[in-house]
């Protein structure tokens, strides 16, 4: 029955690959449409500013007519983004609440939750009987009270960063709720405080001290990256070890390490834990480098050196390829090369080559010099990451 599912999820996630494909394919033509929009409003602007026109340039995609609609998560469209602040000066409620959504960076929540869920999963899974024994009353409210402490830790580190970043956003993402003007400061001060408060206070009062300290940890240097003195952000390697830490190993550890103590079994080390962290870790690596291929202009303009300022995008795309193909073969190794029965062997090995071989079409999509087609390809990045947690629950 399991070499059934393995054999039935495997298929599964190859048709999510090309669906996604489609899906990405009209996102990234959307973005360039609205990219357009925003070079054109600016125009003004830049006739003195080289840099200015040097982004302007980049774009270099048909003008679009004005619209409508409000801005959404990655929309440069000026009329879809003065349209969002109007509403929310207007006092209306839904904008409000559209704007705190923004705020907190919709992908990287989509990346906790799938975090929290397939470590949940895996957690069960590898314990013997805890899923027909479970005391579900309990477990259930525990979990839902995990998975908030994540978001509001989440929304701490994504929401400090644009308080501060707020002046780089103007260029490099002008549709965030900050930089455009939809949140005020005080507004975004107030989110930030509450969910560096409230988030650790969770914590601390329902999960073991550990847990506890692993938060904090994470807690800091989610604070560091983007607040000065320090702002590590500054430094490629400091940025990079910063995000891999927090998202690669803390979050996988910690979630798995949560449900081994809520349904009282020990904590050990599985193949499977130990392989996720590793994998994870590599990724996120990857993901805080990529992150800034879209934000090399502002970067430059405020002298934030980044490993994409210095070494441009066909580098650091072709880096990011090599380094991730690197981590799908060492996936299929790990498959391939392991004690009979550590691994299911189907999502192992052929849901990883399924996932290297979509890696390697949307990198051949990409053009290093248009801007929608960047953000696009840094989207692809983000959607292999989805599906590897989908991957997480079978192997």
Known sequence: MMHRRSIYATVVLLISCVQSTHAFSSVSSQSARSAASLASSFNAKTQSNPLSLQYQR???????????????????????????????????????LRALYKFTRPHTIRGTILASFAGTTRALIDTPGAIATANWGALLPRAFIGMIALLLGNAFIVGINQIFDKDIDVLNKPFLPVASGEMSGRVAWFAVLFSGIVGPAIVYNFFPMMLFKLYMLGWTLGMVYSVPPLRTKRNPLAAGLTIATVRGFLLNFGVYYAVKDAIGAPFGWSPKVSFIARFMTAFATVIAVTKDLPDIEGDKAYNISTLATKLGVSKIANGATVCLLLNYIHAILTGVLSKAGTFNVIPMVGGHA????????????????KLASIKTYYKHIWDLFYLEYFLYTLI
């Open 58 to 96: 980049s774009l270099s995609i048909p003008k679009k007519s004005p619209t409508s609609l409000n801005a959404v998560e990655g929309d440069f469209d000026p009329d879809a983004i003065k349209n969002s602040v109007s509403a929310v000066q207007s006092g209306s409620i839904k904008a409000r």
């Open 354 to 369: 399924a996932l290297a071989v979509m890696l390697l079409t949307r990198f051949k999509e990409l053009e290093p010099k």
